[in-house]
């Protein structure tokens, strides 16, 4: 058994049919049915069986498929460093962002570029649970996102924690015109949109939460993972809505106004987060290099594990 027919292999597993998986390799239906059949005969079992029009992996399939899917990554990561050796620091940087958190990458971006003018970037946008997604399926490297995620799963490097501000409506006269800030008390029957990740638990559970510790239930209207959507929504009047003060800085709105919740007493934690299984290109290490040094002062920059 060699790389290329674990290559064949991990390729059927994931389309479940061999057609499909032949298309994708550009390669003729045949042989690599052959290579399949070559594969169970040399390890003696069963690794496919038919499900109708289909066919899906034996339990000795998936953990072939599993451990077939670690040697290809980590050969892929060898063959990655052994180059980077030769070539310096080059190559596209593939990183995923919170549209919340993106205030936090443009003058590391120019800093780099400046540093290494053979580096490009390609960027990805998405919440919390997508770009997760992506670091695990390797379409990207590196993600700034909100906490929290599993510490367990992800090595992290902190940014600035921030306050969340209360957006509302220019339209709105619920506050006069000098005000600056709010109590939590003040929103209790406000119409408010919140961020939601498209999966599991996030900034919205802790905005819920705050509010239910000063004895209200929030009137939550909307709830969307993009923070450049609520804030045109605010913008039309459709409700208020409670984000990462940063995110200000990234999108700019008319027809909003921006006030303190002097009581609120959870932030917005931002995160830079990685695979733990997966070798850093030297670009991704003088980008975290870049935030590590940008912030070492304020004393944030823990990180779980070493990126070198």
Known sequence: MDIRQLRYFCAVAEEGQVTKAARRLHMAQPPLSQQLKNMEEELN????????????LTEAGKILYNKALKIMNDLEDTFIEVQEIEEGIRGTLTIGSNKSCFSFLPEQMNQLREKHPNINFKLREGDTFFLAESIRSREIELAVVRLPIDPEEFNMLRL?????VLVVPEEWHTFSPNRRNVEMKELQNMPLMLLHRISGAGQFELIVNECRSHGFEPNVICECPDASMLLSLAATGVGATIIP??????FSYERIRVLDIKDFSITADPVIIWNKDRYLTKAAQRFLTLFETSYAQAGINEINQSFY
């Not at 079992?45 to 899906?56: A, S, T």
């Not at 600035?160 to 969340?164: D, G, I, K, R």
């Open 245 to 250: 003060k940063s995110t200000l800085y990234a």
């Open 45 to 56: 079992i069963q690794l496919f069986r038919k499900n109708g029009r289909n066919i899906e």
């Open 160 to 164: 600035p924690s921030e306050p969340y």
